[in-house]
């Protein structure tokens, strides 16, 4: 429906659309805030530079990888060394906060308002920072979940204590054997719940999110609704953006508001229902405080 060719960049001056855009929140029906991975980002939760040589300079040194993301996808000659990293990272990540306040300040935002939060992140930052569980849907999955690598069965598992005690008893970047992770139904490994293959397993509070999403979709149809992006990019367009522009042109009375610091963008038949920030979301946000 839409081409990436007829899109345009932050409309207007920079104040001009914070002042509309602190407009909509205020008049919004309903506020759909659409999250990813550039929210946590400017949160503090960077994958690379100092943050990465803090805690994984020894995996660096040791096997050539230079950030979080490429070690997540490093083959690992064995599973003991392949948790080791992984409970390093998921104790980071999952249940370490994120140094800026980025996310509480989003949430002075719209704690007032009827909001869903839809977002690709896995690092359950806005449960953290205390967003309502019930108005949130987590679409790719929890670095605090495992499950069964096979899948033998649609059900995950907190992963919280596992990856703690990995974590103080790992040694040489290793784990020792008998705190490997395996499914009690079936023996297999478990694995990480992130969607990245159609092994990805959808348990029952996953779809219980969907449908909540969907219904409160279907509450507001027609009515002002914002659809407020951040920090989304081309990765996976379809699940946040690319919904977010069609809904949109379906409701004359939505407005589409995008913040990001590398594309702030939409297409040019929105411009009059759009706001685009181009700018850090944690630089935006405390200047739209109502």
């Known amino acids: 429906m839409f081409s990436r060719i007829l899109t345009t960049k932050s409309i207007g001056n920079y104040s001009e659309q914070i002042k509309k855009l602190k407009n909509e929140i205020e008049t919004a029906d309903a506020i759909v805030?659409?999250?990813?991975a550039g929210l946590s980002t400017?949160?503090?939760f960077v994958y690379s530079g100092g943050r990465f040589q803090k805690y994984f300079?020894?995996?660096e040194e040791k096997y050539g990888f230079h950030d979080m993301y490429s070690g997540g996808f490093y083959p690992f000659p064995t599973l003991e060394e392949h948790w080791a990293y992984w409970s390093r990272f998921i104790f980071l990540n999952r249940y370490c906060n994120p140094p800026k306040p980025?996310?509480?300040?989003?949430l002075e935002l719209v704690k007032d308002k009827d909001y869903f939060v839809l977002t690709t992140?896995?690092?359950?930052?806005?449960q953290k920072a205390g967003f309502d569980k019930k108005r949130l849907f987590y679409t790719q999955g929890d670095y605090g979940l495992f499950q069964c690598s096979e899948p033998c069965c649609r059900e995950t598992i907190d992963n919280e204590d596992a990856v703690r005690r990995m974590l103080a008893e790992q040694?040489?970047?290793r784990i020792p054997t008998e705190l490997l992770p395996v499914c009690s139904r079936c023996g297999k490994p478990l694995t990480m719940n992130l969607r990245s293959d159609d092994k990805f397993v959808e348990d029952e509070g996953w779809h219980e999110a969907a449908e909540r999403y969907q219904l409160f979709l279907r509450r507001h149809r027609n009515m002002r609704v914002l659809f407020l992006e951040l920090g989304v990019g081309y990765n996976t367009p379809?699940?946040?953006?690319y919904p977010f522009w069609q809904m949109t042109a379906q409701n004359p009375n939505a407005v589409y508001a995008c913040i990001n610091n590398r594309e702030a963008v939409c297409p040019k038949s929105l411009d009059r229902q759009a706001v685009c920030i181009y700018?850090?979301?944690?630089?935006?946000?405390?200047g739209l405080a109502l």
């Not at 805030?33 to 990813?36: D, E, H, L, R, S």
């Not at 980025?102 to 989003?106: C, D, E, F, I, S």
């Open 42 to 44: 400017s949160a503090g």
């Open 171 to 173: 040694k040489d970047m």
């Open 57 to 59: 300079s020894d995996f």
């Open 33 to 36: 805030v659409g999250a990813g």
């Open 121 to 126: 992140n896995v690092d359950h930052c806005f």
């Open 102 to 106: 980025v996310y509480q300040n989003l």
């Open 238 to 241: 379809g699940i946040i953006k």
């Open 279 to 286: 700018n850090d979301i944690g630089t935006v946000l405390p």
